[in-house]
């Protein structure tokens, strides 16, 4: 048509034509698989970003632990066979054995999940990732502190294998346990919290004071 502008349109993923936008050509690209059941388990507003990350690779098995590593058959073969978990110096370590079969790192999983709601939780991942998809939609205070311990967990337990790896530096089972304690003590410490008698009974738990808290009037 004479006197007209041309003007460009955008066929989106639907096949309907509308002005370009970087996000809506990012959204055609990009793979989409249907949402998991644990997705809330890993990523909610009062996570730890670094832990939700790491633990987003360990429950797509995605870190380089020693069975992974054996398969792309990295290294010599004697280094290969002479492989075993740098926590127990038992076996050659997995992501089922690291969180938490390792009898270093269930020692720390025992310790830890008593500050928790995670009595029927036992050391398997399976039964981990059970409790991850069952509880991801709750938003009671109990379960996101769960949810934090247990990022804060596998994220220390990983930071130690890499520790005896690769550095001289070891830390006894106890040691490690509160670091993840201390981790998440701080954390609840910067949440804003009403003056609920639950929300009291876990500041007790936790051995965090009032006047250690951002104080909420509500």
């Avoid at 609840?188 to 006047?211: C, E, T, V, Y």
Wanted: with cysteine.
């Amino acid at each position: 048509m004479e006197d007209v502008v041309d003007r460009t349109r955008w066929k989106d993923s639907e096949d309907n034509l509308q002005f370009f936008h970087s996000s809506e050509a990012w959204y055609s690209f990009r793979l989409r698989n249907n949402k998991v059941a644990w997705v809330d388990s890993v990523w909610f507003s009062q996570c730890i970003p670094r832990h939700s990350f790491h633990i987003w690779l360990v429950i797509n098995n995605k870190l380089k632990t020693q069975d992974r590593m054996a398969i792309w058959e990295a290294g010599s073969a004697t280094n290969l066979i002479l492989m075993c978990c740098p926590l127990c110096c038992y076996d050659r370590h997995s992501r089922d054995h690291l969180f938490f079969q390792c009898s270093y790192a269930s020692e720390v999983w025992e310790t830890v999940r008593e500050r928790v709601d995670m009595g029927s939780v036992n050391n398997t991942w399976s039964s981990i990732m059970g409790w991850m998809e069952h509880s991801a939609n709750s938003r009671q205070l109990e379960r996101i502190v769960c949810k934090i311990l247990l990022g804060a967990a596998t994220y220390f337990i990983w930071q130690e294998r890499n520790n005896r790896l690769f550095s001289k530096l070891q830390r006894t089972p106890s040691m490690l346990s509160q670091v993840i304690i201390n981790t998440v003590r701080l954390k609840i410490m910067g949440f804003r919290l009403a003056r609920h008698p639950n929300h009291m009974k876990i500041l007790d738990r936790w051995q965090i004071s009032k006047k250690d808290m951002i104080s909420d009037p509500g």
